[in-house]
């Protein structure tokens, strides 16, 4: 046989027989048939039986005393057989074997014993002798169930240390933060995970009472210093927080201390109503930069927020925006008879109303396309649905490009919010609740200071409205709040996208500060102060401590593996047209009032005359169908004397 021939065959017995190809093969092996799992399981029960007679042969004791020994050796195994039928022992799968079917063969194997010792009682009453040695009968079941135990467990382990694809290499090693019941489920959900993404390599106590004990076979690690040292001393790459008894405060800690050492963070919900391993490996993610807010939970008062919306209509316009739809998915959850959903954004808009329609509810869902610029086109609405509550969270909120295109800022946030004022006193709707921005107070941007001409506005209808009739009036209301992460065209998607491509991350200024909040909690504020409110309120929110927009970024780019300034680079680019470098809540001049909702306050601000305002508000909209910038800010300008512009061409007005 020449030298090539030699040469393909060991290439071709050496791809035949690799580890990688028996893994390949084993691993695309079906679920064996359910009879070839009872017959395995007869062998297993014939080969208990053999060793048994031969050990007691061997003893001189004998196990079948009766001569019909054939029909005995039958009798067990059909026995043996129905047990397994009425357990269904056969019906589980081999590689996937759990202490459930240890269970199922503990009982088959119990009741077999129970058959045959009562059998053989019977048996002696009846002939005087026994058929068999119980002692015998006994071992025999005995090894039986050893014999069946044993060589499931001998496949599950063969297929989890040598036929699975995992590649330990690529591995995350990871510490589970947590000792108890959900630790363990986490760690038994990420053990069976395909693919796998972690090898766990064990738990951190905080209690370091159990330093000598394991647990799934994994140590339990002592936290004597800061977990970062504890997770360098196993060379662990990243930690899952699964301990639920943390406070927000520790979690936030052992999240910063993590990221400072550049290890990855990953946390999991409590896991006492999921139904499976797969649902639970699921649900372990990186953590995420909402989760990092120092914020307690918001508790709501369902009862006064229920009487207002249940069995009611409610139009919500902006209902394709971020903030928008959320209080189109939270105000269902109240029963409202019906919801129209008003946007001129037609995709989002239809996205939105499918998923409304895919809800469990009972609520109707209506989708307007319209414009709130257009007066006719939103009394339309009101004539068609009569609405009892209006939620107005229609705006354009960029402030560049509001810097750029002030008369667009005009007609919608300021003239559309009239329109929609004026046709709830019209059409006597109960309340009309505004969402407005901390970009109103003091505003430095046009889009800001179109947001305080709308403010202004419903204020002096409100008060307009009390002076001429005690009889029914729209209550108007307005929640001012700072910025939302995730919500469309803020910094955190922003930022989310330049990592995604690499970097760099681009920040305006280094020193610069914003507010945050999630877009669940504004909307749940939003919901709040529209129940309390009587009408001519600013409510502002509680929004935490500010937030240093740079340290932002970093723990972004942390919370996604890589290191600041290093793999991903942060860039300052300058404060844009209308930008400043810390928002405010208050206006100079203003005072607050608390309510019963802690995270809520009323802002006392001067309020306008309606007449004169009513005025300056018409002239403005007026010069914005001119388009002519200068004349548009001039007037604004007027209307908010505190409006100043910064870097911004429109700051030579100021002078």
Known sequence: ?????????????????????????????????????????????????SFTYLLFEGTAMGYIITSHQYFYIASLILINIFFF???????????HSSYIDAIKLLFSQMSVLVFFLFFNL???????????????????????????????????????????????AKLIRTVIYGTDANAISVANALKFETPSRFKIVGFVDKNNQNASKRMLDLPILILKKKLPALMRSVAAEGVIIADKSLSKEEQLIIVDQCLEFN???????????????????????????????????????????????????ILITGAAGSIGSEIVRQVVGFDPRAIIILDQAETPLHSLHLEMQAAETNTKIHAVIADVRSKQAIEKVFKNYGPHVVFHAAAYKHVPLMEE?????????????????????????????????????????VMGASKRIAEKYVQSLFLKNQKESSEFKTKFITTRFGNVLGSNGSVVPLFTKQI??????????????????????????????????????????????PVKIIDLAKKMI??????????????????????????ELLNDTSKTLPTYHNKIMIAQEIQDEYENLHTDIDELIGIANFFDNDDIVTKMKKIVPEFKSMNSSFEVLDK
């Not at 357990?87 to 590689?95: D, L, M, P």
């Not at 919010?417 to 107070?441: E, G, P, Q, R």
């Not at 680079?569 to 844009?576: P, S």
């Open 558 to 583: 942390k919370l996604a593996g890589f290191i600041p300034d290093k793999e991903i680079k942060i860039k300052i680019v300058g404060l844009r047209p209308g930008e400043k470098l810390y928002e």
């Open 1 to 49: 046989m020449s030298k090539d021939k030699l040469t393909k065959i060991n290439t071709l017995l050496h791809n035949l027989f690799s580890s990688r190809r028996i893994r390949m093969n084993i691993h695309n092996l079906s679920y064996l048939p359910r009879w070839i799992i009872v017959a395995i399981d007869v062998l297993a029960i014939i080969f208990a039986f």
């Open 122 to 168: 019977l048996y002696e009453l009846y002939t005087g002798h026994k058929a068999f040695l119980n002692t015998a009968l006994f071992i025999n079941v005995v090894l039986s169930f050893c014999g069946l135990f044993l060589y499931r467990v001998i496949v599950k382990q063969t297929f989890e240390l040598y036929f699975s694809e995992k590649n330990n």
């Open 405 to 445: 295109n002030p008369s667009q800022a005009i007609l919608t946030n300021i003239e559309g919010t009239k329109n929609l004022a004026d046709l709830s006193c019209k059409y006597n709707v109960k309340k009309f609740v505004m969402v407005s921005t901390d970009k109103a107070v003091n505003p430095s941007n």
């Open 500 to 545: 995604a491509e690499g970097g760099p991350l681009t920040i305006t200024h280094q020193d610069i500060i914003r507010y945050f909040m999630t877009i669940p909690e504004a909307c749940q504020l939003v919901l709040e102060a529209g129940a309390m409110g009587n009408g001519g309120e600013i409510y502002i929110f509680d929004m935490g401590k």
């Open 85 to 95: 039928w009425l357990f269904r022992t056969y019906s589980g799968i081999i590689r």
């Open 263 to 313: 290890y990855r963070v990953y946390t999991v919900p409590l896991i006492s109503d999921w139904e499976n391993q797969k649902e639970i490996s699921q649900k372990v993610k990186n953590i995420q930069i909402e989760d990092l807010l120092e914020r307690k939970p918001i508790v709501l008062d369902s009862k006064s927020i229920s009487k207002q919306l249940k069995d009611k209509v």
